[in-house]
Nanobody
Framework: VQLQASGGGLVQAGGSLRLSCAASGSIFSINDMGWYRQAPGKQRALVAVISSGGSTNYADSVEGRFTISRDNAKNTVYLQMNSLKREDTDVYYC??????????????????WGQGTQVTVSS
């Protein structure tokens, strides 16, 4: 299962960006989809996660400013980022976990990451 992220870029503080991440491949089902971010020399940290049923969880630092959503028909997760701050500058990675099918009709779990997209917030 492959994930393709898009939507990063350069924005001024207080502005908005929307990230998208589409999953493709032999997908049987996707459970959680989420966004993480990582600064150079630091560990990757959870930003937001959404379950297949729509339950969400956010990092305290983005609560009220970021909104995660998903389109199950398109196997796509979104992250709407509003009121961006300089400290939101990072590389953002999407992640999906679920079940994939193979040629023989068997299922196995997967956990895939997108390639990362840079978000830079200027003052």
């Amino acid at each position: 299962v492959q994930l393709q992220a898009s939507g990063g870029g350069l924005v001024q503080a207080g502005g908005s960006l929307r990230l998208s991440c589409a999953a493709s491949g032999s997908i049987f089902s996707i459970n959680d989809m989420g966004w993480y971010r990582q600064a150079p020399g630091k560990q990757r940290a959870l930003v937001a996660v959404i379950s297949s049923g729509g339950s969400t969880n956010y990092a305290d630092s983005v609560e009220g400013r970021f909104t995660i959503s998903r389109d199950n028909a398109k196997n796509t997760v979104y992250l709407q980022m509003n009121s961006l701050k300089r400290e939101d500058t990072d590389v953002y990675y999407c992640k999906a976990e679920g079940l994939q099918s193979d040629y023989y009709g068997d299922y196995s779990p997967f956990a895939s990451w997108g390639q990362g997209t840079q978000v830079t917030v200027s003052s």
